[in-house]
């Protein structure tokens, strides 16, 4: 589980938020930070490969809108 639940921006722009899923925090903390590669990342959540590839596309695509746009983040946690 991710220790933030939101970040805000500022300036804040679109005052809409981005919802990231908590499954897509996991997939690019393995992935971006503790650089396992998509089969490894896929293994230790019990998805496979192109289920890691799409989490990591959305909240990459998710995290870049929000700081582009000056949205909130925050983080579902089913």
Same mark, same amino acid.
């Given at each position: 589980?991710?220790?933030?639940?939101?970040?805000?921006?500022?300036?804040?722009?679109?005052?809409?938020?981005?919802?990231?899923? &908590?499954?897509?925090?996991?997939?690019?903390? !393995? %992935?971006?930070?503790?650089?396992?590669? =998509?089969?490894? #990342?896929?293994?230790?959540?019990? &998805?496979?490969?192109?289920?890691?590839?799409? !989490? %990591?596309?959305?909240?990459?695509?998710? =995290?870049?809108? #929000?700081?582009?746009?000056?949205?909130?983040?925050?983080?579902?946690?089913?």
């Amino acid at each position: 589980m991710p220790f933030t639940e939101r970040i805000n921006p500022s300036p804040r722009g679109n005052d809409e938020p981005i919802y990231l899923d &908590v499954a897509e925090v996991e997939a690019l903390k !393995l %992935v971006d930070l503790d650089k396992l590669t =998509l089969e490894e #990342a896929g293994e230790r959540m019990s &998805v496979s490969r192109n289920t890691i590839w799409r !989490l %990591v596309q959305s909240g990459r695509e998710k =995290l870049i809108r #929000a700081i582009v746009e000056g949205r909130q983040i925050l983080i579902q946690k089913d």
